[in-house]
């Protein structure tokens, strides 16, 4: 019989072969079903556009009722949560800058008087716009308020004060970012996120393939130790991740002249913390996996998270709360936090001290993982 | 002299256990100081996971014993430092050339002079003039040549091989024997497994392992005579209709085809001797020939086998 024809006995056995496999690979079958529900709750329920409930401070020297009808109405426009008040104006931008809070508005003293006098009170609403698609909506939302909250106070006499430009004026003061340049906000995000795609792929290879290609037998069977073996394929990776860091600096600054206000040492020396969390992670995927498919998938996975859910790409405080979670417990969102930091409000290390010690901690997890990992494969 | 001195692995009731099977099933076994000890038994027997124990890769579950001396469970460490293992697949760098790979064992294990102790490695095994070629490149031979080269580089006292020549070509087989012989009688230790038979008859003394059990062990005349295995040919025609009948009888424990001839054999000659007194016409031609070690090996597993079941 001639073998040039199609036949179907051989594409079945083809396509029961593939089922078969595809049945035996169980991160590829994990990763077939786990992707998809993922992106579905990631985009689906944690990403929100629109931020809401965003801290902030008021600064009022105007305990009047005016006031504190418009403070209530911020508040239930939803855009806003007060987490309480500052004395000073110092106060209020180290709230700021830490980015405990991302707006301020202050409210003048003779707030009221003006108002009653129909001469416009300016009410000042700094905001932190390093990321301006997270303060972009509630700035919106504000400018609409102002126009009618006062309405229902504004009765009888005082209804001429509604209307034409509205009783009151509002400025916004955009710190750090006051062009709300998108750039501003991604380019020093890209480090962390190039830091995370690349540090974990390539460490989490690298034991892997050891064991694929059969060389981790005879590695093990030499004097060296655990501890010499991950920190001697850390290192090398190490200047892997500063040679990225230099790049996105030089194409921060020259191509996209985003500014960079705070101590360029700092942040190389926080990246150290960030590059070496990355590594750990990749080298506990590393023992975890099979094979060098397998880590990469995994690597995939710890990826897809550190780009939607860090505040990267979408705006922290517009996730719900469990969603924050997940992203309080990625390195990726506290470095994405101190980078910015550290290059659009000029942090020092006092500010970013909120951010590192949850690095810190996450280094020291993912390398006791792996190192525990690394001793149980040797038996 | 003590123990430690006369014998390079001295163990005794060696156990690994991986979940509820046991692999390696209470093993006695020592090999002196200058031997070439041959460790035969089919796949799966539990060679290469002895090995590893006695290397220091994995812990034993159960027994005791010393390798050069150190303890098999607590001096791990010392016992990596002096061993060579050579992996039965080619475990060296692909993307590494030659020289780069030695030079990586080298640095591993501290060799002091490392480029003079490269260079004589190289020139030792006749890999000068190719020191610069990645390892990926080599044929089978050449990997194997490198892998002796690169366990080798510290000076070991014992080396463990498993199964170094499987898919060597015979010349370079008996090279890589030729050279054997020669680091043994310079006073190095060597533990081969294999399940090749003329690799088997150019060891000093042996050692069968099937199903983790060790069946049997000394010189290859020990071996053989402590089978007591008795083996006759047939040839003539029809073979296959005269194996069928001979396999349902008792006392025939087995019957193999090697080519134009049969293999008969058994371990009680009497009863073997009658069964075929019982087939024999003169078509065939029988003779009676001392039990080669396959022979032996083969009678040896069914037996286990057996017991396993």
Redesign the interface.
Known sequence: MSNRRFTFHRLWAIVLKEFIQMKRDRVTFAMMVGIPLMQLMLFGFAINADPKHLPAVVRSADQGPFARTFVSALQHSDYFRFVGEADTEAAAHDLLREGTVQFVINIPADFSRQLLRGERPVILLEADATDPAASGPALAAVRALADTVLNRDLTGPLARLRGRAGPVEFRVHAHYNPENITQYNIVPGLMGVVLTMTMVIITGLAITRERE??????L?????RPFEVMVGKILPYIVVGYIQVTLILLAAHFIFEVPMIGSLPLLYAVALLFIGANLAVGITFSTLAKNQLQAVQMAFFFFLPSVLLTGFMFPFRGMPEWAQWVGTCLPNTHFLRIVRGILLKGNGLAEIAPELWPLLLFVVVAMSVGVKRYRQT?? | MTAAEIFAIDVAGVTKRFGDKTVVNAIDLQVRRGEIYGFLGPNGSGKTTFIRML?????PDGGTGTCLGYDLRTQQ?DI??H?G?M?Q??????DLSIRENLDF?AR??GVPDRADAVQRSLRRLGLENRSAQLAGQLSGGWKQRLALAACLIHSPQLLLLDEPTAGVDPKARREFWDEIHQLAADGLTVLITTHYMDAAERCHRLAYLAYGNLLTRGSLADVLAAAQLTTWTVTGPDLRQLARELRGHPGVEQVVAFGNTLHVSGRDATRLDAVIAAVRTPRHQWARIPSSLEDVFISLMETAEDNFK
């Open positions: 290609r059969g060389t981790m037998e005879n093990l069977a030499t004097p060296v040797l038996d | 290397c220091g890769l994995l812990t460490a990596k430092k061993v293992y992996t697949k080619f475990s060296y760098y692909e064992i591993i294990y």
